[in-house]
């Protein structure tokens, strides 16, 4: 899926409980550590930056571009990074106040959270990211190596975009943004009200 559906669904998805641009970029961060190289690359190869179309193939990109994207659309590593994260929030926590069991409210999250609960919230556009990728993307174009590094198994999804075969794919996702995004507005609106008459 295209790295603007990632953002606004990072957004979506931890809506209300960490800051959305925060959620927004790291939902576009597994796609941004692959592609931003790639392009570097690409640009001082003196090849400028890779057209992508309906006939865009893996191997149009840098090498390194396929690369990262093994590892950051990996749901394993993802799970590593996940625990990594887990892990060093607890430690800091407790090296930063003995009796704390909750990351207090401040400028990431909108509430106190436990460590877990931190890490859930701070990794869940990245794992979502992963998922829309997998039957999003063929088998020529990126596709998902979500098991890596256990196994090269891949799927051989369906090529998104507002034209051609895989039209649906795209549409039916901006339907789904639009309609999430419907939900939290007026469950949003609903609680704006409630909070106006009592």
Do not use: C
Request: aromatic letters at 18%; proline letters at 5%; hydrophobic letters at 50%.
């Amino acid at each position: 899926m295209d790295v603007f559906s990632h953002a606004i669904w990072g957004r979506h998805l931890t809506y209300g409980k960490i800051n959305w641009k925060l959620a927004a970029f790291i939902g576009m961060l597994p796609d941004l550590l692959a592609f931003i190289p790639g392009d570097i690359v690409s640009r001082m190869d003196g090849e400028g930056r890779t057209r992508v179309d309906e006939n865009t193939v893996t191997s149009d990109f840098p090498e390194i571009a396929w690369q990262i994207y093994q590892i950051t659309h990996s749901l394993i590593w993802s799970f590593i990074l996940f625990l990594l994260l887990w892990l060093s929030l607890f430690f800091w926590m407790k090296k930063n106040d003995t009796n704390a069991i909750l990351l207090s409210k401040n400028k990431i999250f909108s509430k106190e959270f436990t460590p877990f609960q931190a890490s859930v919230y701070l990794m869940l556009p990245w794992f979502f990211n992963i998922l829309l990728d997998i039957p999003s993307h063929t088998l020529r174009f990126f596709p998902t190596p979500f098991l890596m590094p256990i196994s090269d198994y891949m799927i051989d999804g369906v090529p998104w975009g507002i034209t051609g075969s895989g039209a649906w794919i795209w549409w039916l996702n901006l339907g789904a943004l639009i309609g999430v995004g419907y939900f939290i507005w007026s469950k949003q609106r609903r609680d704006t009200d409630s909070n106006t008459y009592t």
